[in-house]
């Protein structure tokens, strides 16, 4: 065998290696585009996943939240309530005390004129 003959075999022997690590290369190339695709999967669902479970939790807080709100604001209406009854009952005794001094003072002209009222008779009659 002559110089030619070797270096053809060299030549050959390099392109079949070459060859199985360009097949090799592509091989994992196909490995890691499937396996990029699979991980981009999952990442992507759950990320999906996480953002729903925010969004219920959320919700849920919301609702407890305007829940307890409203109770708050249940209390206050009927402290107001109350705070207004205590202001109007004040109010309430007062017009009482006056309306008594009133009466009693109407009963007393209403007496006045009733012990005039036969002197005035008279008087009419007189004239």
Do not use: P
Request: charged share 30%; hydrophobic share 45%; proline share 0%.
């Amino acid at each position: 065998m002559g110089a030619g003959a070797q270096d053809d075999i060299n030549v050959l022997e390099l392109l079949l290696k070459i060859s199985e690590n360009v097949s090799s290369i592509k091989t994992d190339m196909a490995n890691f585009k499937e396996t990029y695709k699979s991980e981009k999967d999952n990442l992507t669902t759950q990320i999906c996943d996480a953002r729903n479970d925010a969004k219920m939790e959320l919700a849920s807080a919301k609702s407890a939240f305007q829940l307890e709100l409203d109770a708050v604001k249940k209390v206050q209406e009927a402290q107001d309530k109350r705070i207004e009854a205590l202001e109007h009952a004040d109010d309430k005794k007062d017009a009482k005390k006056w309306r008594i001094v009133i009466a009693f003072i109407l009963t007393a002209l209403g007496g006045f004129l009733m012990s005039y009222a036969l002197n005035f008779i008279k008087f009419v009659l007189n004239n």
